[in-house]
């Protein structure tokens, strides 16, 4: 079945860059009509969509992240990646990789279980 | 961005009763809406997607209904498993936005 696994470190200190990646399993990352994303959620708070990556590599931010946010993918490792720099305290969240489908309408339909990163010096 | 507006933001009901959820957009989104259920420590969970298409193995106690701008979530009959909290997203326009969540409590 589809898994999805977030990996990372669990404590960044700012300003430095926050790296995560998301292995998948039992579906490839070059699917088409899939994009590959992740979203944060601040402790206790909403959900955030950060991004995604299209397996050619094309991608897509939130514009209130886009100037500090890089997402790849890596189709022989069947991963995809996260790199947001310059933190501070506010990207202190749990991060979540997720499979979007577009298939009769777009939808999240499997997720990573998540991971923790708090920034903090 | 577009705004999703979910009320009540909490609620208390017991085993048994019909839960509703109200999620509101800030501008028409068709029927690009989608609800997750969210427990504890836990990742979101798809329920419904594109306003009212159940999700594999959700089960049929939830339903959703709605388009443009104001949408609904319906548990027909709330069981011990439901106490959680929901989310709408809208997946319309980038960039792709949630409510604030639903917490279901137990009275």
């Known amino acids: 079945q589809v898994q999805l696994q977030e990996s990372g470190p669990g404590l960044v200190t700012p300003p430095e860059t926050l790296s995560l990646t998301c292995t998948v399993s039992g579906v490839s990352v070059s699917s088409e009509r899939t994009y590959w994303t992740w979203i944060r959620q601040p402790p206790g708070k909403g959900l955030e969509w950060i991004g995604y990556v299209y397996y050619s590599g094309g991608t897509k931010y939130n514009p209130s992240l886009k100037s500090r946010v890089t997402i790849s993918v890596d189709t022989s490792k069947n991963q995809f990646s996260l790199k947001l720099n310059s933190v501070t305290g506010a990207d202190t969240a749990v991060y979540y990789c997720?499979?979007?489908?577009?298939?009769?309408?777009?939808?999240?339909?499997?997720w990573g279980q998540g991971t923790l990163v708090t920034v903090s010096s | 961005a577009i705004q999703m507006t979910q009320s009540p933001s909490s609620l208390s009901a017991s085993v048994g009763d019909r839960v509703t959820i109200t999620c509101r957009a800030s501008q028409g989104i068709r029927n690009d809406l989608g609800w997750y259920q969210q427990k504890p420590g836990k990742a979101p969970k798809l329920l419904i997607y594109?306003?009212?298409n159940l999700q594999s193995g959700v089960p049929s106690r939830f339903s959703g209904s709605g388009s443009g701008t104001d949408f609904t979530l319906t548990i027909s009959s709330l069981q011990p498993e439901d106490f959680a909290t929901y989310f709408c997203q809208q997946d319309y326009d980038y960039p792709l936005t949630f409510g604030g969540g639903t917490k279901v409590e137990m009275k």
């Open positions: 997720a499979r979007r489908i577009a298939a009769t309408g777009e939808r999240f339909d499997y």
């Open positions: 594109a306003t009212s």
